[in-house]
């Protein structure tokens, strides 16, 4: 059974413009969520993380979003940008877990 | 060191031989997480350390695989007796405090295992 889903398995999105990549989750004692970009050969890099006490956490041109009675997070990169392109993985994780339980990802690729 | 290491990169064995990976943590960090990944899957996780000790494996998939942390640093990761459906990526990632992975953990570059 997978707990975080990830519908998408790729998006491509034009330069400029903004990206949203969406993640589902099904476990109602996931209270953390994170995101991960991974470059090819290189390990899952921390990303943003949001609490679920929070619906927005914003850093940057990074927003997550979370919606804890749809069980559904989001995130939105704008402006994208050609160093986006990569495998964006949603996590989530009980608070004082030890482990994250991991979506399948989803390719982004900017355009430029 | 400055990021956290893993050797070897690449991995080839033969059915049913014996394999060791190794993870070289961020010095210092309390916590090392071993996870496993499949071609076109997220990591899944497999065994959690605090310092020396073993907090969890429940993730590990069979008793063929075998994790230790002797002196609460370096990690190795053994299987034994590989099969095919063991090819992956593993990755190794640790973190400065323990048990909360909610505030993200380093990632090691991985080591991809394929079993011929």
């Known amino acids: 059974d997978q707990q975080v889903k990830q519908n998408s398995p790729s998006l491509s999105v034009q330069e400029g413009r903004i990206s949203i990549l969406n993640c589902d989750y099904t476990?109602?004692?996931?209270?953390?969520f994170l995101w991960y970009k991974k470059y090819p050969a290189e390990g899952p890099t921390f990303l943003i993380s949001?609490?679920?006490?929070?619906d927005k956490n914003e850093d940057g041109r990074f927003t997550v979003f979370l919606n804890k009675s749809a069980k559904h997070l989001s995130l939105h990169i704008v402006p994208s940008q050609p160093g986006d392109s990569a495998v964006y993985f949603c996590?989530?994780?009980?608070?004082?877990?030890?482990?994250?339980?991991f979506g399948a990802g989803t390719i982004l690729r900017v355009k430029s | 060191g400055a990021g956290v290491s893993q050797s070897p990169r690449y991995k080839v064995a033969k059915r049913g031989q014996d394999v060791a990976l190794r993870c070289d943590p961020i010095?210092?960090?309390?916590?090392l997480f071993w996870y496993q990944q499949a071609l076109g899957q997220g990591p899944e996780f497999l065994t959690y350390f605090q310092n020396e000790a073993q907090l969890d494996k429940s993730g590990l998939p069979s008793d063929r695989f075998f994790a230790e942390r002797p002196e609460g640093s370096v990690s190795t990761l053994k299987i034994q007796r590989t099969q095919q459906e063991d090819s992956a990526v593993y990755l190794c990632?640790?973190?400065?405090?323990?048990?909360?992975?909610?505030?993200?953990?380093?990632f090691g570059s991985g080591t991809r295992l394929t079993v011929v």
């Open positions: 010095s210092g960090h309390v916590s």
């Open positions: 949001i609490s679920s006490i929070k």
């Open positions: 476990n109602s004692m996931f209270d953390y």
């Open positions: 996590a989530a994780s009980a608070e004082y877990g030890n482990k994250l339980v």
């Open positions: 990632a640790s973190s400065l405090v323990g048990g909360q992975a909610a505030y993200g953990y380093t």
